[in-house]
C-alpha cells in the first residue's frame, strides 16, 4: 500500500506525431505484443494506437521494443479474446513527438469513466437488476490561471478551435498517465474576489486512460 500526494504533479498535451506506421499482428496476451515493420521506437516511447479493437484504439500506450519490428503496448492486456478477437487488432501506430505543458494549472476533477448499466424490471419480481451494458465517456476538467499572454495558453486555445485529437499526459511523484481525444478551452475567466481568475479546459477521451508506475 502507497500514497502519493498531487503536489508537484504537471499536465501536458500533444503538439506532433509522428507518420504513422502500420500494425500487421497484435498477439493476445499481456502485455500486447505489436508487429510493426522498421517502426523505429525505443523504450518507454508513447504511441497512439490506433486499432480495430475497440477497447485498445485511440489510447497513448508506453512502449517496450522486442525488435526492430516489434514491441510490446505496456499495460494491455489483450488475452481475453472475447473483447480482443484473435487476428483483428491490426491498424497503426503513430510516435508522440511533441509536448506542450498546461499553464498555471490549479486544479484538475474527473468526470465519467464509470460503468454504464441498464435497468431491467422484471414482471414477476418486486426488485430491480442494473446490468452493465459499456463505460461513460471520461472528462477530465482542468483549471489554470487565466493569462491569455502566455504562448502555451495560445496553443491550446488553437488547438481547441480547431477541433484537434491531441494526446494527455499527467506526471507526479507516482508516475504518469496518458489519455486521447479532444480538448476544449474556456476564453472567458471565472472572476471570484480574493482569488485568481481562473479558465477551464476539458479533456473528453475517446479511449481508456493509461496509468504506469514511476
Known amino acids: 500500500m502507497s500514497y502519493r500526494f498531487p503536489e508537484g504533479s504537471k499536465f501536458f498535451f500533444t503538439t506532433s506525431f509522428d507518420t504513422a506506421n502500420t500494425v500487421t499482428a497484435a498477439t493476445n496476451a499481456s502485455p500486447c505484443v505489436l508487429t510493426s515493420a522498421a517502426h523505429g521506437l525505443i523504450d518507454d516511447d508513447v504511441v497512439l494506437f490506433d486499432s480495430s479493437w475497440e477497447d485498445a484504439t ?8 522486442l525488435t526492430d519490428d516489434s514491441l510490446e503496448l505496456l499495460g494491455l492486456n489483450s488475452s481475453d479474446t472475447n473483447l480482443f478477437p484473435a487476428g483483428s487488432g491490426v491498424g497503426t501506430i503513430s ?16 468526470s465519467g469513466g464509470d460503468a454504464r448499466y441498464t435497468t431491467v424490471s422484471q414482471l414477476a419480481k418486486r426488485n430491480d437488476i442494473n446490468i452493465p451494458t459499456g463505460f461513460n465517456a471520461m472528462t477530465i476538467t482542468v483549471e489554470m490561471g487565466h493569462d491569455p499572454a502566455n504562448v502555451n495558453f495560445q496553443s491550446m486555445l488553437d488547438a481547441s478551435r480547431a477541433m484537434k485529437l491531441v494526446g494527455f499526459k499527467m506526471v507526479g511523484a507516482g508516475g504518469s498517465g496518458f489519455g486521447y481525444g479532444y480538448m476544449s478551452v474556456n476564453e472567458f475567466p471565472t472572476l471570484n474576489r480574493n482569488e485568481v481568475n481562473k479558465v477551464s479546459a476539458v479533456f473528453s477521451f475517446n479511449g481508456r486512460f493509461m496509468s504506469y508506475s514511476a
Do not use: A, R
Open 95 to 110: 510516435k508522440v513527438t511533441g509536448w506542450t505543458e498546461l499553464p498555471q494549472v490549479l486544479s484538475i476533477s474527473t
Open 58 to 65: 485511440e489510447s497513448l500506450y508506453m512502449v517496450n521494443q
